[in-house]
């Protein structure tokens, strides 16, 4: 889900480094962007997936950034969850594979992320090996093995529990998400539910907020209640500098996301 992601992009220094991506900045990409071992899962849960897209706009430094979220079933039957994020200095991909059970669990199957910017590269890729209940994390050549529990996620796939999650009418929320080629816990809690201003038009909306234990550092995600708990805006504050992504258009389930006084009218 998008769930959420924002980079910031500027231009390099005067003297000639590369441009580069601020790590209050990296942060809030991974966080938009974006949600166990097959029968071993302990914790089983539905899932309806309805395909979507989205597009999102932000603006750093005087610079305009387009980022384009979606989530597409493959003809072999699993899915595919994509964030790509671009200005005029570089791009980010950020991809997710995975599947469902028979009993609609999901399961990550594979994460990858790649960065260019002013010719600048990285990539790391995070492969899910569950019956060896094993990640095989690969970065610059190098292969990193991790053991995994099962219930584990990745950057991509936690957030779409969180809305899973939400549509079960749950208010707070604890993933073991692998990023990075590290184990960490994600947790998050639903704040309020209002209506939020968006540029397609007013949507009744839940507000989730990231709990940290680093205080200086805030994160929150508007999610559209109506429309399958779709990302609409996502805000990351740290050290005062505040970053925002907001929607412009978006489609679930093969139909366009519109305001609440259209959708009333239906």
Do not use: C
Request: proline share 4%; no cysteine.
């Amino acid at each position: 889900m998008v769930f959420g992601t924002l980079i910031r992009l500027h231009n390099p220094t005067a003297t000639g480094a590369a441009m580069t991506l601020t790590a209050n900045s990296r942060g809030f990409f991974r966080t938009l962007l974006g949600l166990a071992a097959l029968a071993l899962l302990p914790e089983s849960f539905a899932i309806e997936i309805k395909p979507y897209s989205a597009k999102y706009s932000a603006k750093f430094n005087g610079m305009d950034i387009e980022a384009n979220h979606r989530l597409e079933k493959l003809e072999s039957g699993q899915y595919r969850e994509t964030l790509k994020a671009k200005n005029i200095f570089g791009k980010i991909n950020e991809q997710a594979l995975f599947s469902l059970s028979e009993d609609q669990t999901l399961i990550p199957q594979e994460y990858k992320y790649e960065r260019s910017l002013m010719g600048v590269k990285r990539a790391e890729q995070q492969v899910f090996d569950w019956p060896a209940q094993e990640l095989q994390y690969y970065k610059k050549d190098q292969l990193t093995l991790l053991p995994i529990e099962p219930g584990a996620l990745d950057m991509i796939t936690h957030k779409l529990k969180l809305r899973s999650d939400l549509q079960l009418g749950k208010e707070n929320f604890s993933y073991s998400v692998i990023a990075r080629g590290k184990l960490k816990q994600y947790v998050y809690k639903v704040m309020a539910r209002q209506v939020l201003d968006t540029a397609i038009g007013p949507l009744n909306t839940v507000l989730v907020q990231r709990i940290r234990e680093d205080k200086d550092r805030t994160t929150k995600i508007w999610l559209a209640s109506d429309w399958d708990y779709l990302a609409v805006q996502l805000e990351q504050i740290k050290n005062g500098e505040s970053h925002k992504m907001k929607i412009i258009s978006g489609q679930v389930d093969n139909q366009p996301v519109v305001p609440l006084n259209i959708a009333a009218e239906k």
